[in-house]
């Protein structure tokens, strides 16, 4: 900190930071200010992207004193500070949230109308940071959301992507993916603060020197790059508080590669350093199937070693003496991605600030915490030892001397048992030496938590049981939850207003006060209100479709929703197979046309590039979805809708109009699952198997307003032991041999049988997921469904239910939470 000490005698310089006033006058004043100031046009002469930026401009300025307080205020106490480290935080657009909590959606709505301005053509040309792939990255951004609105002192540290997730679109039905260039208009929510860069070493070598009589380690690197943070508002709801989210951004150092440069090639060694801005260009968008490569290992190293240097010196005050490192700080690795911090933080107190090694360990292992996010294999991360040892050969050592320590305990404890050393050491062997980050962060970790019961409970007695049996009392659950500000309160207005009105407005922060709903489901007149919600819900999103070129909604329909990434254990394949068998039924005349429930099938998914499975049923799905919605013989009672670029803003319209929630993952895969919470709160019945959240929502509403259906997780073990045969199922199954049929057939391909051949094929051979051990089961309940669907009355009932009794699923909840079981941290006061 090199600001010389300024010594201000203007009495404007010397009065606290104050808020534009918080009337329309004072926002119209603000606004205007912004658009003339900023943008550097007249009212006359904008445009309604430089309206949007000024409007965005004006809502910050209201937040900026409250900003200035909490984080001085957070330098000065001494209370612990949550580090939230995740590769990914799916945002979703900022507006209409910032405004909220700041109380100013009237105010600001008013003032602009009176600027000619309809608030409403605003909100619509902000394009939503889409800075994580799904799940995981929408956790941390409800996370850190639900911290700002307890009060909880906390920095959410990631990385700014130039581009964020692809955009998605289609050509004859396929994806192809398009560069999400969310920067080119602006962003106005967060600033730059380059003086404050960290820089970010890779590669080279280490040696061992002789520091006055001590012998110590040090790494000489090869090359760096600057970490420029960004730092956005993460504003309370209602609060007044406002905690930081610290994004980096790879800058080229300007220290040019002098070898090169002497040589006279002055473009190419400026070439050379750009190069490493790389690092920050573009989030990967493979979720859970991280694919091992280098960018990805720099990217990560990139962010947590900028965010650890970055706490230490500039949250901490200054002469901080490290050893109380754990009292004022735990930094919670969000998923393997940021795992990486571990060696980092050894590094920093052994090499830098010279502590003892044994010392540095205890503090290491008391300031981080670990949340797995998976189940499935091939999403544990592993990096090569080669790979690794390249790019951070100091951080290679010290994973070895963690390591050895660590199973020299094991043995201290189990005794020389050859395999089971084998199965725990951090450095796996086959089918090439790697390094296990899961295993890493479990020795390093205080605390291990799954994200939902089941899943936490899996963790234990699968993936991680050797771990679990040496140290029960480190493995823990927190069960996800999402942000009822944004997924209730701006999502579904109507609903709000109805709730509040019927349980006064404290349920905002307060969740569990929706169990107040449950007396009014007996109630015929709230039924009617709340089911006319539900209808214009429904005619909101048929606009939003609209707009984007997709068919609208029919009024009487169904609206059947499944909203997740594309993957194969998610199986979107098996609602096609329901989709398929319906239409074959009612072709064929096997199921009576006029009995069948009206019903919309929706769709939202993006598929990893690289996904060649998940792209077919893409494919697939449209090509159903073009002929069934096609022919007369349907008589418009199925419809399927796929609408392209499945995000955010897009789930915030979809979310409140849905009856139906699809959570069809084979037992055991799903990790926990959100927008199974999301449809749950704003009244969408589940049908869903025994699963992740799945098992938790259940339990909560009553199986009486959940249809069940397949196989356990014991069970879907059972059949796997047994040897499945995926063929037998469909030989025994006339309704599932028809449909695959159908598929088999080219009757949604032109009669072109080459097409779904594949996926034909991998359902009857393969199967990994499962999908025709549970056809049956899931037809019998999608039958549940139609039948408690026409019965309007009961099915508005479960649906209150639904709502009254999501309140657990709060991520206030999961935060207080995560602070009584693993970070033990309090509010500011
Ligand atoms: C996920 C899980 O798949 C998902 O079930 C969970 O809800 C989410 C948040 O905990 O984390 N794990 C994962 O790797 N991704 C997820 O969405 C990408």
Redesign the pocket.
């Known amino acids: 900190d090199n600001t010389p000490e300024l010594r201000p005698t203007h009495p404007l310089a010397l009065a606290p930071v104050v808020a534009p006033a918080a009337s329309v006058d004072g926002f119209a004043k603000q606004f205007l200010q912004n658009l003339n100031f900023d943008q550097g046009v007249t009212l006359s002469t904008s445009d309604v992207n430089d309206q949007y930026l000024a409007l965005a401009y004006t809502v910050r300025d209201y937040l900026m004193a409250r900003w200035f307080d909490d984080r001085a205020q957070q330098k000065a106490q001494q209370n612990k500070t949550v580090c939230y480290l995740s590769a990914e935080y799916l945002l979703g657009r900022q507006l209409d949230n910032n405004l909220l909590a700041a109380r100013l959606t009237d105010i600001a709505t008013e003032a602009l109308a009176q600027c000619g301005i309809d608030i409403d053509d605003l909100r619509q040309v902000e394009i939503e940071p889409g800075l994580g792939?799904?799940?995981?990255g929408r956790?941390a951004a409800c996370f850190v959301d639900s911290l700002a609105t307890m009060s909880i002192p906390a920095i959410g540290y990631g990385i700014r992507y130039e581009y964020g997730i692809f955009r998605q679109a289609f050509a004859d039905g396929q994806q192809i993916e398009q560069p999400d260039a969310w920067l080119r208009m602006g962003s106005p929510w967060d600033f730059a603060h380059p003086e404050a860069a960290q820089t970010i070493s890779f590669a080279g070598t280490t040696e061992t020197y002789d520091d006055e009589g001590v012998e110590r380690t040090r790494w000489v690197p090869e090359w760096n790059v600057l970490a420029v943070p960004y730092n956005m508002m993460v504003p309370g709801y209602h609060n007044g508080r406002v905690n930081t989210l610290r994004l980096w951004r790879a800058v080229a150092t300007n220290a040019f590669d002098l070898h090169t440069f002497n040589s006279g090639d002055y473009v190419e060694s400026v070439r050379a350093q750009t190069f490493a801005e790389n690092i920050s260009k573009v989030l990967y968008p493979e979720?859970?199937t991280p694919q091992g490569k280098e960018l990805r290992l720099q990217q990560q190293y990139f962010f947590v070693a900028a965010s650890i240097a970055d706490f230490i010196e500039n949250v901490l005050p200054e002469d901080f003496d490290l050893e109380n490192l754990p009292e004022r700080v735990i930094f919670q690795l969000n998923?393997t991605h940021p795992v990486i911090g571990v060696p980092e933080l050894m590094r920093v107190l052994v090499d830098e600030k010279k502590l003892e090694w044994d010392a540095a360990w205890a503090i290491t292992q008391k300031c981080f915490a670990y949340t797995c996010?998976?189940l499935l294999p091939e999403?544990l991360e592993v990096w090569s030892v080669d790979l690794l040892g390249r790019l951070l050969p100091r951080h290679l050592e010290i994973i070895y001397r963690i390591n050895d320590e660590f199973l020299l305990e094991v043995r201290e404890r189990f005794g020389d048992d050859e395999m089971l050393i084998r199965n725990m050491s951090i450095i796996g062997e086959h089918p090439s030496r790697s390094v296990r980050m899961a295993y890493l962060a479990t020795v390093a970790g205080s605390k291990v938590n799954g994200?939902a019961e089941l899943h936490s409970q899996l963790l234990r007695d699968n993936v991680l049981k050797d771990f679990a049996t040496m140290w029960p009392d480190k493995f823990t659950n927190v069960t996800?939850g999402v942000t009822p500000r944004r997924f209730l309160r701006l999502a579904n207005p109507d609903l709000s207003a109805l709730i509040t009105e019927a349980l006064g407005a404290g349920w905002t922060v307060d969740l569990e006060r929706l169990r107040g709903l449950e007396a009014l489901a007996d109630d015929a007149d709230f039924r009617e209100r709340f089911a006319a919600v539900k209808a214009s819900n429904k005619r909101r999103l048929s606009r939003v479709l609209e707009a984007r070129g997709e068919t609208p909604l029919s009024d009487d329909h169904l609206i059947d929703v499944m909203i997740k990434r594309l993957h194969e254990y998610k199986r979107q394949t098996l609602k096609v197979l329901h989709i398929v068998s319906t239409y074959e039924g009612i072709v064929t005349g096997r199921l009576d046309v006029d009995a069948v429930q009206p019903r919309t099938f929706l769709f939202g998914a993006k598929a990893a590039p690289g996904y060649g499975m998940a792209k077919r049923i893409i494919h697939l799905i449209n090509a159903v979805g073009e002929v069934v919605s096609a022919d007369e013989r349907v008589q418009g009672k199925l419809k399927v809708l796929y609408p392209a670029n499945y995000n955010v803003t897009l789930a915030e319209s979809i979310i409140p109009a849905a009856d139906l929630s699809e959570q069809i993952s084979l037992a055991g895969k799903?990790?926990?699952?959100?927008g199974n919470m999301k449809l749950a709160l704003n009244g969408a019945l589940t049908i869903g198997t025994d699963d992740?959240a799945n098992v938790e929502i259940r339990k909560l509403v009553g199986d009486d307003n959940f249809f069940l259906f397949g196989m356990s997780e014991p069970e879907v073990e059972a059949l796997w032991a047994d040897g499945y045969r995926p063929a037998e199922f469909y030989q025994r199954d006339e309704r599932l041999r028809s449909a695959i049929d159908l598929i088999a057939s080219g009757a949604f391909s032109d009669g072109d049988r080459t097409v779904f051949e594949p996926l034909v094929s991998n359902l009857l051979y393969e199967d990994r997921f499962m999908a025709l051990a549970d056809f049956s089961s899931y037809l019998d309940a999608q039958e549940r469904v139609d039948a408690a669907y026409a019965d309007q009355d009961g099915w508005v009932r479960s649906a209150i239910l639904n709502v009254a009794r999501s309140g657990y699923f709060s991520s206030d909840r999961a935060m207080r939470d995560y602070l009584d079981r693993i970070w033990h941290a309090t509010p500011v006061s």
């Open positions: 792939n799904g799940g995981l956790l979720d859970s998923d996010h998976t999403a994200v996800n799903e990790a926990s699952g959100t992740g």
